[in-house]
């Protein structure tokens, strides 16, 4: 006879991973998880192992739920560069004054436990990948689309974009303003711009044709 | 009388912020501590007080050394560019195949530990600052040296490269590859050389005039 489950596995996982996003693996106590998941250490260890088979299973949530989402968007609507020019204003539209910012559970794990943890790195670089991926795959479009040109490295673009949005995460943890965040994303995004419009520097030139 | 030191500060300093470099500040025991740095447990609470203001002290050591070091290099020589081109460059070539990469103290420190400790919190955010001052003051000394147009905006763009050295500090410990970093800073220096020739793109376009 099967056991009987006294509470919701994904959704004791989600406040698992909240818990992990925030405040990292070491940071995170199996007492921490017991209260925030609502549910007993014998519970726990059944359904999920030991803290580190949660943290891993938190990681391939947080990748189907959070990195999906993004890659998704990346992949929506006409215009390639539309859907990056929203990637990132999503980002800073959505650092507010927040006590504790989470900044992403990649980079956090990245920066943590990438290095000496090689389960921890294979998940990390798998979700590098994706997001390298997104943005090749919308840089792409952006370029059948003629929005880019279409001899532009798009695999050094991707990466450079990937780059772009660990750094933000960082920032985004180390609670700078958002003026500061929306100086780097019109920086960033300016060049895709520049590809788009090759005679265009970061600022229009005066009396320059366009 | 004098209590008599039985170890070089400077040295067991020096030890102890290697540790929290590559391991993090949770990651990171006072038995590891007490190993590495060759003294006792009394001896190193006699010394630095606690974990805690140990933790502070190395982030003290690494900015007054690691971070003065790089603020140096970008204020040497006569082109604000190329100090700010050989900055990105060292970044691709000190990425090595090391088992450990340790990427760097004050994004490891603003990912695990600005949110939730407003000591770390300071320190990250004043070496975050002096990083882009640094950025700002070559960028500055280009603008000046007509390397970059002096309309450009500074602030924005030493915001940006800090970014992006914040990025590929993460992508350092989440062991990418050398030739990833290396695209991620070439498309980085693009921007500044978009704004040196801003009739250039990325790619010189063929027969265009330079």
Known sequence: MARFKTFDTDEALDRAT?????NGFEGTSIQDLEGRMGIQRGSLYHAFGDKQRLFLAALDRYDQVVVR???DKLAQGASGLAAIRQFFQARVDAAQDT??????LITNSAVERAPTDPETYRKVRACLAEIEAAFFAALT?????????????G????????????????????????SFLA????????????????????????????
Chains 1, 2 share one sequence.
């Open 69 to 71: 989402r993004l890659a």
């Open 99 to 104: 006590a504790h910012p989470r900044g992403c």
């Open 183 to 210: 100086d780097v994303v019109r920086v960033t995004l300016s060049v895709l711009e520049g590809i788009e419009r090759p005679n265009r520097a970061i600022h229009p030139p005066q009396g320059g044709a366009r």
């Open 18 to 22: 909240e818990l992990f996003w925030a």
């Open 155 to 178: 695999r050094a673009l991707a990466r450079f974009l990937t780059n772009s949005a660990q750094g933000l995460a960082v920032l985004e943890r180390a609670g700078v303003s958002r």
């Open 141 to 153: 479009r952006a370029q059948k689309a003629r929005e880019i040109r279409e001899a532009a490295d």
